[in-house]
């Protein structure tokens, strides 16, 4: 038996009090635990206590809110060893011969979040270890519940409560041997989480069973619906049936649900009495499958999986998920369809369920390339990208020609910051097939990055021929301008991409003015009015609207290409551009008032969440919460959208002054300008921070953007920019240390 006598055992349950009574009696199961507990309000008759499970009484939990507070502030009474583990009814002990001493080393370890940045995947509550030390430090006021109580300690807190109390969370290598949630692992770990992973742990009969005590609430949750599903993937029938129609029973009209059940029951009823290539039953001597198994078959795995293919080729989605299960449901380990189902969470914006799926088919057939190089698609949307550098090494190992599969692994290398590895993938993916648009813009990027400029500059005409460019850029009928003179003729600069790049490139402007250009320029709406202060730019219009007239055009990000400009000398004389004077005078009154005596900082600190690439260069404001402590400061949001509503769960969020001046950006540079100093993420804010020639600290991801190169804390782009980058991905912690580290010598200087 496996001695745990410094641990206590504790669920916390006053809903699904059976259910929770069997995750501890099971995590008992060749366990010796100091002690063994369930807080509960009170036991509902005909509930039997196995032997060793202690009841204490608490007050019923109405929400998960106070699930979540009574386990971040109320644990300390009830917990006397050195750590506590935590289980839900929902997860469990499953392996005790995986327990290893070193957990005991850790203050917190859970199963591996891969949707938190680097640095905060460690992690998932619902089965956890947590020391007495950690449960102390929790008690700090500074620390509320923010979200879920694992998330409020394994990602909003974790920086405080690393860096004041010297909480050691386990590595992701050990939360991997401890427990799995969302993707199950090669070996079996101590424990997991998820009522969708019961298929994995819990036997079939078993299963079938337990779906009688499910209560109405877990019928009705999507975690339910997903077992259903993961049953059905796995050819597990009867369990499916009894969970579909346990569910059903709360959920009447859920068509999915239905159509699952049935898709059970059809595949119950046929399934073969033997293996097809066993004797037949009926004693006739003959296989299986060319006897009884033969008559009246339904179509085959491999016919399923083909059909299924031919409508996703199509775009019929939903059709072809249909039939890649009904193959998984005749052969639960189909290689073609176990990939394309992970192919099709993926195209959904589903990584986390694509991976086990794509996993598990290249481990089925190694040999085929393209499982390997769709596996590195998934690794390299979930920050994986030495694994995915490793997938793709694979895949052209098996096939050293396939120019997408160069070009990924050129992606992956260019993420790692490793250039010269990534320019030489590229160039091979275009050597293989020269009209690959991807490929000469992902080489553009990285020569641009690596500071070859001339060749980057030609690479990046590229972006014009690529879908998903050519939406954005509006083309004029005129002639194309290409260096040559140009005195006396009107050029129209027409605006692309984001808004920071049209920021950073309308520097140009002047440039070409004084050439004896007259220059008019179509932007995004919001730029408009701030544009039309900028030297050399004689006239704007908002995209979209007819063109003003002119002789010749130009995409605006373009114009670096032709005027040859290098990686040493970027010119543009600072500022270049300029607030509204009225507008500004009017900001800077109000907020000199608001600040009194102290430092005026501007803080951004995310992009367009919806977009993956701002998402990664996007800094959660609970990261940034220690520098609020710095005396001196009065801090005011330059943050747009959806982030905004951070402020609220984030202590000290409130000294962030909020004004209704950024309407536009030219309410927005009002408010920079008036600024001493601005801290943004790599955002349009810091190139407008920038080009107004603004005190600006940018946080930058360990691989940032092309323009700020992979080294260096200046910019030739900016000359007042300092740049923080993250050490490792992820890694905002070290970023924001740093950048505290700076403030307070910068607020004792100012």
Same mark, same amino acid.
């Not at 050519?470 to 005129?478: C, D, F, H, N, S």
């Given at each position: 038996?496996?001695?745990?006598?410094?641990?206590?055992?504790?669920?916390?349950?006053?809903?699904?009090?059976?259910?929770?009574?069997?995750?501890?009696?099971?995590?008992?199961?060749?366990?010796?635990?100091?002690?063994?507990? #369930?807080?509960?309000?009170?036991? @509902?008759?005909?509930?039997?206590?196995?032997?060793?499970?202690?009841?204490?009484?608490?007050?019923?939990?109405?929400?998960?809110?106070?699930?979540?507070?009574?386990?971040?502030?109320?644990?300390?009474?009830?917990?006397?060893?050195?750590?506590?583990?935590?289980?839900?009814? $929902?997860?469990y002990v499953i392996n005790p011969l995986?327990?290893?001493?070193?957990?005991?080393?850790?203050?917190?370890?859970?199963?591996?979040?891969?949707?938190?940045?680097?640095?905060?995947?460690?992690?998932?509550?619902?089965?956890?270890?947590r020391s007495r030390r950690l449960i102390d430090a929790l008690q700090d006021s500074r620390i509320t519940l923010s979200g879920n109580e694992d998330l409020t300690i394994g990602a909003t807190f974790r920086p405080l409560l690393e860096a004041e109390h010297g909480i050691r969370f386990g590595d992701e290598d050990m939360a991997d041997r401890f427990a799995f949630e969302a993707a199950y692992p090669i070996a079996k770990p101590f424990g997991f989480h998820g009522l969708f992973n019961f298929c994995r742990v819990v036997p079939q009969d078993e299963l079938a069973k337990l779906a009688e005590q499910f209560? !109405?609430?877990?019928?009705? %949750? !999507?975690?339910?619906?997903?077992?259903i599903r993961n049953c059905i993937a796995l050819g597990q029938w009867q369990p499916a049936i009894g969970l579909?129609?346990?569910?059903?029973?709360? =959920?009447?009209?859920?068509?999915?649900?239905?159509?699952?059940?049935?898709?059970?029951?059809?595949?119950?009823?046929?399934? !073969?009495?033997?293996? &097809?290539?066993?004797?037949?039953p009926c004693g006739s001597g003959k296989r299986f499958k060319h006897c009884h198994g033969a008559i009246g078959a339904a179509l085959s795995a491999d016919d399923l999986a083909q059909r299924g293919l031919g409508a996703h080729r199509r775009g019929d989605i939903d059709a072809a998920e249909r039939d890649y299960r009904g193959a998984l449901a005749a052969s639960p380990q189909h290689p073609l369809a176990l990939h394309?189902?992970?192919?099709?969470?993926?195209?959904?914006?589903?990584?986390?369920?694509?991976?086990?799926?794509?996993?598990?088919?290249?481990?089925?057939?190694?040999?085929?390339?393209?499982?390997?190089?769709?596996?590195?698609?998934?690794?390299?949307?979930?920050?994986?990208?030495?694994?995915?550098?490793?997938?793709?090494?694979?895949?052209?190992?098996?096939? @050293? #020609?396939?120019?997408?599969?160069?070009n990924n692994l050129g992606l992956a290398f260019t993420g790692s910051n490793r250039l010269l590895e990534a320019i030489e993938a590229l160039r091979k993916a275009i050597v293989l097939r020269p009209d690959f648009g991807e490929a000469h813009w992902n080489l553009a990027l990285a020569l641009l990055a690596h500071g070859e400029f001339a060749?980057?500059?030609?690479?990046?005409?590229?972006?014009?021929?690529?879908?998903?460019?050519?939406?954005?850029?509006? &083309?004029?009928?005129?002639?194309?301008?290409s260096g040559e003179e140009i005195a006396g003729k009107t050029l129209l600069l027409t605006g692309e991409q984001g808004l920071g790049d049209t920021l950073q490139f309308i520097r140009f402007a002047a440039q070409i003015a004084a050439r004896g250009a007259r220059i008019v320029v179509q932007?995004?709406?919001?730029?408009?009015?701030?544009?039309?202060?900028?030297?050399?730019?004689?006239?704007?219009?908002?995209?979209?609207?007819?063109?003003?007239?002119?002789?010749?055009? #130009?995409?605006? =990000?373009?114009?670096?290409?032709?005027?040859?400009?290098?990686?040493?000398?970027? !010119?543009?004389?600072?500022?270049?551009?300029?607030? $509204?004077?009225?507008?500004?005078?009017?900001?800077? %009154?109000?907020?000199?008032?608001?600040?009194?005596?102290?430092?005026?900082?501007?803080?951004?600190?995310?992009?367009a969440l919806h977009s993956t690439s701002d998402r990664r260069r996007s800094c959660p404001l609970a990261f940034l919460a220690p520098l609020f402590d710095v005396n001196g400061v009065a801090w005011f949001s330059l943050q747009k959208g959806d982030a905004e509503k951070e402020i609220g769960a984030v202590p000290n969020g409130a000294r962030l002054v909020h004004l209704d001046a950024r309407n536009d950006f030219d309410g927005t540079a009002a408010l920079t300008a008036a600024m001493d100093l601005i801290i943004s993420v790599d955002t349009s804010i810091a190139h407008l921070a920038g080009a107004l020639a603004r005190p600006t600290w940018i946080l930058l991801p360990f691989a940032a953007d092309w323009r700020w190169r992979v080294e260096g804390s200046t910019t030739p782009w900016y000359r007042t920019v300092h740049l923080f980058r993250q050490p490792r991905r992820g890694d905002w912690a070290s970023v924001v240390a740093s950048i505290r580290t700076a403030l307070i010598e910068w607020v004792g200087h100012s």
């Open positions: 038996m496996l001695d745990l006598s410094n641990i206590t055992l504790i669920g916390i349950d006053t809903a699904n009090q059976t259910l929770a009574l069997r995750a501890l009696a099971q995590s008992r199961a060749g366990i010796q635990f100091a002690r063994t507990l #369930l807080l509960t309000d009170r036991l @509902s008759a005909g509930i039997d206590v196995p032997d060793g499970i202690e009841i204490d009484t608490i007050d019923a939990l109405e929400s998960r809110e106070a699930y979540s507070n009574l386990v971040l502030k109320g644990l300390a009474p009830y917990i006397t060893t050195s750590h506590a583990l935590l289980v839900q009814w $929902d997860g995986a327990w290893d001493a070193a957990f005991l080393d850790c203050d917190y370890i859970g199963a591996k979040w891969f949707w938190q940045p680097q640095g905060c995947r460690v992690g998932n509550g619902g089965f956890s270890l209560s !109405p609430a877990i019928a009705r %949750s !999507p975690q339910l619906l997903q077992l579909a129609r346990r569910r059903l029973t709360a =959920l009447s009209d859920d068509a999915e649900t239905q159509a699952l059940l049935q898709q059970a029951e059809t595949a119950a009823r046929t399934a !073969p009495a033997a293996a &097809r290539n066993d004797r037949c394309y189902l992970g192919v099709i969470a993926y195209q959904r914006g589903r990584p986390v369920d694509a991976l086990p799926f794509l996993e598990r088919a290249a481990q089925l057939s190694p040999d085929e390339p393209e499982f390997h190089n769709n596996l590195g698609l998934v690794l390299v949307d979930l920050d994986r990208h030495d694994e995915a550098i490793g997938a793709y090494r694979r895949a052209l190992s098996r096939d @050293s #020609l396939h120019a997408t599969a160069w060749e980057g500059w030609r690479e990046y005409e590229w972006r014009l021929v690529l879908r998903q460019f050519a939406g954005l850029v509006q &083309r004029p009928t005129t002639p194309r301008w932007a995004p709406a919001p730029l408009a009015r701030l544009l039309a202060r900028t030297s050399g730019i004689e006239q704007t219009s908002v995209a979209g609207d007819p063109f003003p007239a002119h002789d010749v055009h #130009l995409p605006l =990000l373009s114009v670096a290409g032709v005027l040859g400009v290098d990686a040493t000398a970027v !010119p543009a004389a600072m500022p270049y551009l300029r607030a $509204d004077d009225e507008l500004q005078r009017t900001v800077a %009154s109000e907020i000199t008032r608001i600040a009194g005596g102290a430092r005026k900082v501007g803080l951004s600190w995310a992009g």
